[in-house]
């Protein structure tokens, strides 16, 4: 019988054995000198990733235990030599054809079936830990990681090959290759077009028969700066108003969403953890009792109300805290009662 072929996703990577929380992580952020040059090797029509770095084909979601070593790095996901083969291809035509002739990253279908292999930083020698995205079981991998499995990624092949070719040429991994690195200098070396040359904003230089000051000028900047921040905000989301709520789709940790559309072997159901859910009474937290006092109101929405003869099961510690509270009283009460006989003041003798 036919093994079934499983492949792993970013998310089911930790360096801490914990798979809770998780980042999402573009690769060319929307100041990248060569997110340009990616739109026109790659098919697509100016400002498709630049204005609109948070979109499908440019992230990955990883776990906060990872994230570092992915933004260093030291992880980097390359696309399998078919794949790799396939955009060398497609950017020597798209470098050669007129731009209305070009091929789009997003209309090639070999695309679907990219499997990705983990590249370690020769240096690296920290414990991975792997979970399986079918049945949740966690295995460990250690230096030199001879077993470790396929990955899919979210995002375009395209868009992850020059990911990766960033992260190995800045680190100068001693890998060898010679098709990334062939992809990596086609683009970084690559001649646009006028009308995709990015176009500097303006600046706002001061005008020589201004008789304003400099200082009042500065004073009206500051004023004004958070309501146009606020504005241009606004104006951003308006225009592309998908971008907020798939942002807030992926930041609830449902990585699920962010698979390939067509994956092919991998597995459907939504991953498992091995890992028990601790479930904490809300009363035994020290600053229970004093939320009582102060706000009565929050602490009826956080927890029911419940019997005394449960308050005393479930908090035992409060109860200890109130008898130690009350035996001093009453040592105290029992000093004032004794009579004493008072002293009289030697005048008082002498007369």
């Known amino acids: ?47 498709t ?16 235990s990872v994230e570092m070593s992915i933004k260093m790095g030291t992880l980097v996901f390359l696309p399998d030599s078919a794949t790799l083969d396939r955009i060398l291809t497609t950017t020597n035509h798209n470098l050669s054809c007129p731009p209305s ?37 966690i295995t460990t991998h250690r230096h030199p990681y001879p077993a470790l499995p396929q990955f899919t990624l979210p ?14 040429a800045i680190r100068s991994y001693s890998l060898d290759l010679p098709i990334l690195h062939r992809i990596g200098r086609l683009t970084r070396h690559a001649t646009l077009p006028d009308y995709f040359r990015e176009v500097s904003p303006p600046v706002n230089c001061p005008s020589l028969t201004n008789s ?61 953890s ?22 009565p109101q929050v602490v009826a929405q956080v927890s029911p109300p419940s019997s005394e003869t449960e308050e005393e099961v479930l908090s035992p510690v409060p109860e200890v805290k109130r008898r130690r509270q009350t035996q001093p009283k009453r040592a105290i009460k029992t000093r004032q009662h004794p009579t004493t006989p008072q002293r009289r003041s030697p005048r008082l003798v002498a007369q």
């Open 49 to 64: 990733i630049a204005q609109n770095a948070i979109c499908r084909e440019n992230v990955i979601a990883v776990r906060p």
């Open 274 to 295: 091995l890992q028990p859910i601790v479930v904490r009474d809300a009363r035994l937290a020290p600053w229970y009792e004093l939320a009582k006092v102060k706000c």
């Open 155 to 168: 995002s375009n092949p395209w868009v992850a090959a020059l990911g990766a070719y960033q992260k190995v």
């Open 1 to 47: 019988m036919r093994e079934e072929k499983v492949l792993y996703r970013p998310e089911d990577i930790s360096l801490d054995g914990t798979f809770r929380g998780g980042v999402i992580l573009p690769f060319f952020h929307s100041q990248n000198t060569m997110i340009r040059k990616l739109e026109y090797c790659g098919g697509l029509e100016p400002n």
């Open 101 to 137: 002739e070009r091929i789009g990253l997003r209309d090639i279908p070999e695309f679907s079936d990219c499997s990705y292999t983990l590249l370690l930083r020769p240096s690296f020698k920290t414990i991975l830990h792997l979970r399986h995205p079918k049945t949740g079981r």
């Open 212 to 272: 304003s000051s400099s200082e009042e000028s500065s004073a009206e900047s500051s004023v004004s700066g958070s309501t146009s921040s606020r504005k241009r905000k606004r104006e951003e989301d308006a225009s592309n108003p998908g971008v907020a709520e798939w942002v807030r789709e992926t930041q609830g940790v449902n990585f699920l969403r962010l698979r390939p559309d067509n994956v092919g072997e991998y597995a459907d159901e939504p991953s498992t």
